[in-house]
């Protein structure tokens, strides 16, 4: 099959036809694993969309070396 990259907002996109997506079990609204290897982009079906928790984990488990900081006191209306 050979599709075209088309503009799609500020986007590119492609159409893939009801026939393959058929093929590989993918319905509309269905999640989808994109990865880049060797050079080809690989589409797999995922169950959902992965939660912060779950991207997290793939750092130990830390979002970051954040720690609380102090800005001070309030100037100006801001309410703390």
């Not at 589409?43 to 984990?57: D, Q, S």
């Amino acid at each position: 099959m050979v599709a075209q990259v088309k503009a799609w907002g500020n986007s590119q996109g492609i159409r893939l036809s009801k026939e393959l997506l058929a093929l590989a079990d993918i319905q509309t609204n269905d999640y989808l694993d994109i990865e880049l290897v060797d050079g080809a982009i690989v589409l797999k079906k995922t169950r959902k969309h992965r939660t912060l928790e779950e991207r997290a984990k793939e750092f130990g488990g830390k979002l970051g070396p954040y720690e609380e900081f102090d800005w001070g006191e309030p100037v100006g209306r801001e309410r703390w």
